[in-house]
């Protein structure tokens, strides 16, 4: 298992309009926390559950890019 913060972005935008994204990767589960956004917060958190480590951190740090509105 594997948990990659979901951290505010620059723009200070709403990660939870970009949710649709972050839950198309095969495994993440997203935990928003409801906080108000801005930037540099931790806003939630992606966790995804696999076997093999370095796939399940890939998809980990894309659904929390995703979120975060950085480009893969």
């Known amino acids: 298992m594997v948990t990659v913060n979901v951290i505010g972005p620059?723009?200070?935008s709403d990660p939870a309009t970009r949710i649709a994204g972050?839950?198309?990767v095969p495994g993440a589960q997203v935990h928003l926390y409801?906080?108000?956004s801005?930037?540099?917060r931790k806003l939630?958190?992606?966790?995804?559950c696999g076997q093999e480590l370095e796939p399940v951190r890939a998809a980990a740090h894309l659904a929390a890019?995703?979120?975060e509105g950085v480009p893969a």
Not at 44 to 48: A, F, K, P, Q, Y
């Open 44 to 48: 939630g958190h992606v966790t995804v």
């Open 34 to 36: 409801g906080k108000d």
């Open 22 to 24: 972050a839950l198309a």
């Open 65 to 67: 890019a995703a979120l």
């Open 38 to 40: 801005r930037p540099g």
């Open 10 to 12: 620059a723009s200070g």
